[in-house]
């Protein structure tokens, strides 16, 4: 039987990568770079299609190999922020008292997307009695009315749609029956808050036309192809969506390149917690990872707050190609402006410009507030190249053999010379890190940032480093915090390889004060079914429920996979103890295998921690969940374990969750707690209430024997 693959495709802002991994093995087969397609008829589709043909060419790839082809793309984003969106057509229904409530929340104002970049939208209202059915030649004028305002795509909206969505659905329908794309209030969030919802589904239409012609384009060119494997594309959360759902809900893609890289970093550098640095040429995205998930918050276009989760990424101006800055001899700081924008060749890779021993430098003004670059000009063409931290990298031997950025030292030193003798600095490797020194503070601020939001330890995180120029910092960074640093493999492809890799995911969100047990079993069904209705296996999905005080909403996120994997090599216990040692950062020797169930481990150590010069000591017990191939599922810096039955585990969880519990000004505070059956972990760390983690582990024990092993984890501290 031949060998089954996954495909995926990263669509950047300049290039599109694509991947072939194994699909049992996630090795990597072959990869492929085209220009992303931004000015071709058919848009960044023409790159999508080019890349996928390149990558079945170049790893001899037969159609009926594909198991799935999954995309990222920065196409809703940049339609977003340049304001490349149709007109959008409001159509509100109500009656009565509440309908001017509804009428005037709907009326939304022009969204700003970007500055000067505005979303037009335009409104019509039916006065509908409450239990009168809606004729469909009202619609039909409404719609053609909106029509004549210029609205190219349609919004439905009515009070109550979260509950009863019947006359939402209908205008949808008439809608797309006249030719219009549309889309209801109730498919993009089903959260009370009428205004909110509107708003966000205005934006999801203002980007409709285009993403479906770009999903109907790649997957015609996938079947034209005989591939019949499923399409799917990466969302902003860190999952992955079916190509008819990104038809009908594309807002849920901003974000989604960030995004793969995330998911790469979470399933093949095995990171449970953690800092993840994406390093481009120009801009790093930095976003954290706690309990093996990334972090997300709610997403605001403008000023304005919409109903969508996206990864909560960190963007800083400094990356592989930033330039220094120099004012009066002096290195002011580092980026944003890169070789990239400003046009000029890296000096660390002489095969794109030959540094000649005569080539003049100059620090070229480019910036209205006086700061200077340098610049190299030949005097015997019209090159010009610059400093990044790229060379300055290279100089400091910061760059693996041959990796992505290495470059050509003997010319990087002789740059750099030429600086430090401009600037005063003496030497090539003063005047480099300087400029390292300099280009981190940003980055710095950031991760120290997410540490302190997330309340993490150093000690116990990772940085891991993706993309191009991910070598450039990642071991900088390592040093000069103290912390671990883990640069993934094929990390410039590493978004690509995230999108081959990640899982389908759906999130059922409602707004509830003081959610009810039966609440907490209702939402994971629906999340749950939500998932299998995409093609998930049954026995690949697992849901994980949240409560989000502050906003008052019960969330439930449910991930899963197309087909199960069987055939990825199973670790020894002894290799499965070296991996856990190594997350725990002790050897190997002192390391114990505390708990497993059929499919997952559990190991456990001591560690001694010294506080207050010493004089205080603080026993601590860390642990780390694996699953039998070694992928880290969840890990804790200090921790209880106990193994139960299944039949027992209420009572050992109830007992457990008490005895580490806190009280606070807000009242009783629950440790992070986890649940490892024979084929799941069912993270309880979003929940606030023992009750809460008890109607969620009530609808597990379905699943399960009486006498059947399960363990219970907790994180203390």
């Not at 089954?4 to 699909?23: E, N, Q």
């Not at 200077?372 to 031997?397: E, G, R």
């Amino acid at each position: 039987m031949s060998a089954k693959i996954r495909i995926g495709i990263d669509v950047g802002g300049t290039f599109t990568h694509a991947v072939a991994l194994s699909a049992d093995k996630y090795e990597l087969l072959a990869q492929s770079k085209v220009p992303t397609t931004h000015t071709a008829k058919e848009g960044v589709a023409a790159g999508i299609i080019q890349s996928l043909k390149e990558i079945m060419v170049t790893a001899n790839i037969q159609p009926e190999q594909v198991t799935r082809i999954a995309h990222s793309t920065t196409q809703a984003t940049n339609a977003l922020l340049e304001g490349d969106v149709c007109q959008v057509g409001i159509l509100a229904v109500g009656g009565g008292l509440e309908g001017r409530r509804v009428r005037s929340e709907t009326e939304i104002d022009p969204i700003e997307l970007a500055p000067g970049k505005f979303l037009k939208i335009v409104h019509e209202y039916i006065d509908q009695p409450e239990g009168k059915e809606l004729a469909r030649e009202i619609i039909v004028s409404a719609i053609k009315a909106l029509q004549g305002k210029g609205a190219e795509a349609i919004v439905a909206a009515t009070a109550f749609s979260v509950d009863d969505p019947k006359i939402e659905k209908q205008i949808v329908d008439t809608a797309i029956e006249l030719g219009l794309p549309a889309t209801a209030t109730h498919d993009v969030s089903k959260l009370y808050g009428l205004r909110a919802r509107t708003r966000t589904a205005a934006i999801n239409a203002a980007i409709l036309p285009r993403m479906i012609y770009t999903a109907v384009m790649t997957e015609k060119a996938a079947r034209l192809m005989n591939i019949t494997a499923p399409l799917v594309v990466m969302r902003s959360d860190g999952g992955a969506m079916s190509i008819d759902e990104m038809k009908k809900r594309p807002i849920l893609t901003l974000l989604s390149g960030p995004a793969a890289g995330v998911a790469a970093a979470i399933m093949a550098a095995k990171i449970s917690d953690g800092i993840f640095l994406e390093v481009g040429g120009t801009s790093t995205d930095i976003s954290c990872i706690v309990n093996g998930h990334p972090s997300v918050k709610m997403a605001q276009i403008g000023a304005h707050r919409i109903f969508l989760d996206t990864l909560d990424v960190r963007t800083v101006g400094v990356a592989g190609g930033s330039l220094p800055r120099i004012r009066n001899k002096q290195i002011e700081g580092v980026g944003p402006r890169s070789a990239h924008i400003a046009g000029f060749k890296y000096s660390a890779f002489p095969g794109q410009a030959e540094i000649s021993a005569d080539a003049e430098l100059t620090l070229a003004s480019l910036a209205e507030d006086g700061s200077c670059y340098p610049v190299f000009k030949d005097k015997h063409s019209d090159q010009a190249w610059s400093i990044t931290t790229t060379c300055a990298a290279n100089q400091l031997n910061l760059i693996p053999e041959g990796d992505y950025a290495q470059g050509n030292k003997a010319v990087i030193e002789h740059s750099l010379q030429k600086l430090a003798e401009a600037v005063g600095k003496g030497s090539a490797d003063a005047i480099a890190e300087e400029i390292m020194a300099k280009g981190s503070l940003p980055i710095r601020k950031v991760i120290d940032d997410l540490v302190l939001e997330h309340k993490l330890r150093k000690e116990d995180i990772t940085l891991i480093g993706g993309g191009g120029g991910a070598s450039v910092w990642i071991n900088y960074l390592s040093k000069k915090m103290g912390v671990k640093a883990d640069l993934v493999d094929n990390a410039s492809v590493i978004s690509a390889i995230g999108a081959a890799m990640a899982l389908l995911q759906e999130t059922v969100e409602r707004t509830l004060i003081d959610p009810k047990p039966e609440d907490f079993s209702a939402i994971r069904q629906q999340a749950e079914a939500a998932l299998l209705n995409a093609g998930a296996v049954a026995e690949s999905i697992e849901v994980r429920v949240e409560v989000d005080m502050e906003h008052g909403i019960l969330r439930a996120v449910a991930v899963g996979s197309h087909h199960i994997s069987l055939s990825e090599e199973l670790l020894s216990e002894e290799d499965l103890k070296t991996r856990a040692a190594a997350l725990l950062k002790t050897p190997a020797n002192e390391v114990t295998l505390v708990a497993r169930t059929q499919n997952f481990v559990v190991f456990q150590c001591k560690r001694t921690l010294k506080k207050f010069l010493g004089l205080v000591k603080e026993e601590h017990s860390p642990w780390t969940i694996l699953d039998i191939r070694g992928r880290n599922r969840v890990s804790a810096s200090n921790g209880e374990i106990i193994t139960t039955t299944a039949d027992k585990l209420l009572v050992a969880l109830n007992a457990l969750v008490d005895k580490h519990s806190k009280f606070g000004d807000a009242g009783k505070i629950l440790p992070s707690a986890f649940i490892v059956t024979r084929n799941k972990v069912v993270d309880l760390s979003g929940l606030i209430s023992s009750e809460q983690m008890s109607a969620i582990c009530e609808e597990e024990l379905k699943r399960l024997g009486a006498e059947e092993t399960v363990v219970v984890a907790v994180k203390i501290g």
